[in-house]
């Protein structure tokens, strides 16, 4: 659980994160995919190109430091995200390496001014999302399963039956 000092530290770095927000997640999505280039596929890399992904996450960092005090009223931009996430086949060990990468990220572009203590708030913080996401996303998840031919994650396409070729329409024959 998140201490009062812990949130006093995110908020802290809110100044920061609506100057270089987008300079820290661009330096994130650079490292994370250096180190886990398998997750490239999971990604529009247009939006990595156009800067589009990482001005969202900047603008979700920011808005996540900014309501740290009471981070139910981002709940809908929260099950968005995890509506996106569950598209994608976003699973729970994904977070853990977002964690990693976003951590270091914050150390390698804050430098000295990323102390320990608040790398562990911004830790502390960012798996108490990570848990509310997964759960959000455990919710669709079973969803998705308990609909009438329901699954979740990859499964092989194994016959092309279900596909039909609509019939031409009179107007073009």
Do not use: C
């Amino acid at each position: 659980m998140i201490t009062e000092t812990q949130k006093d530290l995110i908020k802290g770095t809110i100044p920061v994160l609506k100057e270089h927000g987008v300079a820290l997640t661009s330096h994130f999505y650079k490292r994370m995919f250096t180190h886990n280039p398998e997750l490239k596929h999971i990604f529009n890399m247009g939006n990595q190109q156009n800067a589009k992904q990482q001005t969202a996450l900047a603008t979700a960092v920011l808005a996540y430091a900014e309501h740290i005090d009471n981070p139910s009223v981002l709940l809908s931009a929260v099950k968005h995200i995890g509506q996106k996430h569950s598209s994608l086949n976003i699973r729970p060990e994904h977070y853990q390496i977002v964690g990693k990468h976003l951590l270091a990220s914050i150390q390698e572009v804050l430098g000295d001014a990323a102390t320990d203590e608040l790398i562990e708030a911004w830790k502390v913080a960012y798996f108490q999302l990570a848990d509310l996401m997964i759960g959000i996303e455990k919710e669709m998840y079973d969803q998705m399963v308990q609909n009438e031919g329901g699954w979740t994650g990859w499964k092989p396409l194994t016959s092309l039956k279900s596909f039909r070729r609509p019939k031409k329409s009179s107007r073009f024959t």
